[in-house]
Nanobody, 117 residues
Framework: QVQLVESGGGLVQAGGSLTLSCAASGSICIINAMDWYRQAPGKQRELVATITSGGSTNYGDSVKGRFTISRNNAKNTVYLQMNSLKPEDTAVYYC???????????WGQGTQVTVSS
């Protein structure tokens, strides 16, 4: 099992920046990839960014060029640097761990990001 704890959300003006953190604990060695998802009110949860165990990254079209996912293996932490934030980025952001070997994926509790216009 893996436990995920997000932090770093808050209120920011449009054009501003925030960095989210996701600290993982437990069976880290069975994590295949880490993702950030987000869910706005009345909308489906969408994939924001992914970083694999090999370090490859992928981004949703709406955040390409503005968001950067990274990780610190020594701290078992994944980050989401969000720049040039827009009101439409307002959502609850969730950290997600994709597990190997058929283990159940893990989700964090979510952190609210609100971008004011």
């Amino acid at each position: 099992q893996v436990q995920l704890v997000e932090s770093g959300g808050g209120l920011v003006q449009a054009g501003g920046s925030l960095t989210l953190s996701c600290a993982a604990s437990g069976s880290i060695c069975i994590i295949n990839a880490m993702d950030w998802y987000r869910q706005a009110p009345g909308k489906q949860r969408e994939l924001v960014a992914t970083i694999t165990s090999g370090g490859s990254t992928n981004y949703g079209d709406s955040v390409k060029g503005r968001f950067t996912i990274s990780r610190n293996n020594a701290k078992n932490t994944v980050y989401l640097q969000m720049n040039s934030l827009k009101p439409e980025d307002t959502a609850v952001y969730y950290c997600h761990a994709e597990m190997r070997f058929g283990f159940v994926d893990s989700w964090g509790q979510g952190t609210q990001v609100t971008v004011s216009s």
